[in-house]
């Protein structure tokens, strides 16, 4: 039967039984970097495709020079961790492979020196995480996006993810799905797990990365295929706050996110109210690609057989 399935302490087991000491210096200090991967199930295939899985890993041992990590696996190495592990847990649906490098030390003391590094992972069913058939209703939160030079906004470190539980949950009780942080100088910077983009006079327009955002692999998909397959251009600039309020389309990209189209922001209507043409389109190349329909983009699908 399938199982959320764990790589800890360099073996494989059942989620449920890797077990970490309490006293672990990432749980109380946040001494942590990870990633998140999907896995997209193709019904007719039989087969798992994996999503950037090396790109992911990149980005992870940057997060790691950051926090002062240096033994982690090599990148072909944790490529094929993370094959064996959706392999072993034999989900036939879509799936969330989560790999934490972190200070695995048990002892008390804020520092990142003289600390062990180790690395875990485990995949798990994952479906949905916005609604992304009828479209989201966001708002501006009224958290900011923490600076660079407090933590480093290009490195997903797990202590940052702070700023971004209180910007899901002020938007969840507030009646919305998902919330948007500004920066401290007020631009529109990303939603609490998700980079933006507003199609406006037919172009694409993003914060650029000055902006403190997270540079994320779905986000450079897609100014991929707007540029290779829709001829769309990208627009990398600041945005102002009530630029969303005017802008034709609008949507969030993310590993969990997908492509997930915005119909209302401060409970004012996007464009038409429904999903717009250009969001439509990228959608479908999306998850196509993903899905490992379109050879064109094989390279970035590791294909893993479910039995």
Not at 145 to 168: C, F, H, M, Q, W
Not at 185 to 201: A, L, P, R, T
Not at 241 to 246: A, F, K, Q, V, W
Request: overall charge negative.
């Amino acid at each position: 039967m399938p199982t959320p399935y764990a790589y800890f302490e360099q073996e494989f087991m059942p989620v449920s039984e890797a077990k970490l000491n309490i006293m672990t210096h990432a749980l109380h200090y946040g001494t942590a970097v990870f990633e998140g991967i999907r896995g997209n199930w193709n019904e007719d295939e039989g087969i798992s495709y994996l999503f950037r899985v090396r790109e992911h890993y990149k980005r992870l041992r940057r997060s790691c020079r950051i926090l002062k990590m240096d033994h982690l696996p090599d990148e072909d190495s944790l490529c094929k961790i993370t094959s064996k592990l959706v392999s072993l847990a034999g989900f036939k649906e879509d799936v969330y492979i989560r790999p934490l490098a972190y200070k695995s030390t048990p002892v008390l003391g804020v520092r990142l020196h003289d600390l062990n590094d180790d690395f875990l992972a485990f995949v798990t069913p994952f479906g949905p995480y916005l609604d992304i058939e009828k479209g989201i209703r966001v708002c501006t939160s009224s958290w900011r996006r923490v600076e660079d030079t407090g933590i480093p906004a290009r490195a997903k470190v797990t202590g940052i993810y702070v700023n971004s539980a209180l910007v899901k949950t002020e938007a969840f009780d507030n009646g919305y799905d998902e919330g948007i942080m500004l920066n401290e100088d007020g631009h529109v910077c990303e939603g609490s797990g998700e980079n933006v983009f507003m199609v406006e006079d037919g172009r694409l327009v993003t914060p650029p990365s000055s902006s403190n955002i997270l540079v994320g692999i779905t986000r450079e998909t897609i100014m991929t295929l707007a540029r290779d397959e829709l001829g769309i251009e990208t627009v990398e600039r600041e945005i102002d706050r009530s630029e969303l309020y005017t802008c034709e389309e609008f949507f969030l990209t993310g590993t969990a996110a997908h492509v997930s189209p915005v119909i209302e922001i401060d409970h004012r209507t996007v464009g038409e109210g429904g999903i717009g043409p250009i969001t439509k389109r990228l959608m479908t190349l999306y998850f196509d690609v993903v899905k490992g329909k379109n050879a064109k983009y094989a390279e970035w699908c590791t294909p893993v057989v479910i039995d």
